[in-house]
């Protein structure tokens, strides 16, 4: 069977965004090609497998282009573009018909709505406030914009060491429901849910620290449970940024990329979800694993290494979480988003 693969990344090597297949039958992928040229699409996301979403760069102004997968080449559709940086981090809400996205140093997270061709319109934005005791962290810097499982907006926010949610049952006017301070300069990056369970593990970048934390559907807060590290006990979070965060389908083990250890992280998760168990330090074959993907059989994961333009593919076992190395090799310039389909 053959899965396909869309890759992205910055521009001063790379061309934009590349396709290629696993075949999970040969256990390989194929060799990368430019899908779509377009200026540092740093992430991108997929509607329902026929309308592609970009973070795109254009001069002084940054935003999300759209484009129609359906036919026999992409077909560039629009772009919602704003005056200021490019985000860094899209993601499409099949529930709204939503695209969201961070506009990491402009602290502001936008709602587009895509209309019925796939083309997108500007709907609100909404500006955030704070700061942490990090240089890096002289600002709110939204880094993650997704959904709860009862479909509120929640965002990370890296910058003011912030979990935040909000609801949009108002189009106009999004309203703050909760925030959760986590520890200061720990740097909330990213986050995914347990599949079944009211659960969300925070990954946080500067302090490389994961926070499994209870949700809330009735009041909508986060409480943590329990703070565990990505890291062994010999390497120090100051030689290291945590990046991407994975769980497998069945809510069994989680993954977590280190930037500077050069690892993934892997943990069995306990079956109430509430607990993470340390099981082993993946080294991931290159420099920079700022992203990486589950491939929907879960039997695969790829790791998109940046500073050594690579991607690194491994079989995985589904009984015990832990991951072999197949192939080191596959070359790729600057990638930083890993996308199954």
């Not at 102004?61 to 629009?78: Q, R, T, V």
């Not at 490389?208 to 809330?216: G, H, N, T």
Request: net charge negative.
């Amino acid at each position: 069977m053959k899965e396909q693969i869309y890759l992205s990344g910055y521009t001063n090597k790379g061309k934009g965004i590349y396709s290629a297949s696993l075949d999970t039958e040969t256990k390989t992928v194929s060799t990368p090609q430019v899908f779509v040229e377009i200026d540092r699409p740093t992430y991108i996301d997929v509607a329902n497998n026929n309308h592609l979403y970009a973070i795109q760069e254009k001069g002084d102004w940054g935003g999300i282009a759209a484009f129609d997968l359906n036919g026999s080449k992409p077909e560039y559709l629009n772009s919602a573009l704003k005056l200021g940086s490019a985000p860094s981090y899209v993601q499409y809400d099949p529930t709204r018909n939503m695209v969201y996205s961070c506009q990491f140093h402009g602290s502001k997270v936008y709602v587009d709505k895509v209309q019925e061709d796939g083309t997108l319109k500007s709907l609100y934005t909404i500006n955030l406030t704070g700061s942490g005791p990090k240089p890096e962290q002289d600002s709110s810097k939204p880094h993650f914009s997704g959904l709860t499982p009862d479909n509120k907006l929640i965002i990370c926010d890296y910058g003011a060491d912030t979990v935040s949610i909000y609801d949009l049952s108002d189009t106009q006017v999004p309203t703050l429901l909760s925030q959760y301070h986590a520890k200061a300069g720990s740097a909330t990056r990213h986050l995914v849910f347990h599949p079944t369970k009211n659960i969300a593990y925070v990954i946080c970048e500067l302090s490389s620290e994961i926070l499994v934390m209870d949700y809330d559907e009735t009041t909508h807060e986060l409480s943590l449970r329990q703070t565990i590290s990505t890291l062994p006990d010999d390497f120090s979070a100051d030689d290291n940024t945590a990046a991407a965060i994975r769980i497998s389908n069945d809510g069994k083990f989680l993954y977590a990329s280190n930037r500077g250890s050069d690892t993934l992280a892997i943990y069995q998760i306990a079956e109430s979800g509430e607990e993470l168990t340390n099981i082993a330090y993946q080294p991931v074959a290159g420099k920079g694993p700022r992203d990486f993907d589950l491939d929907p059989s879960n039997n695969f994961l790829l790791v998109a290494n940046q500073n050594t333009d690579n991607l690194s593919l491994f079989e995985r076992n589904t009984d015990t979480g832990l991951l072999s190395l197949i192939k080191d090799d596959i070359a790729i310039p600057e990638c930083v988003c890993v996308k199954f389909i």
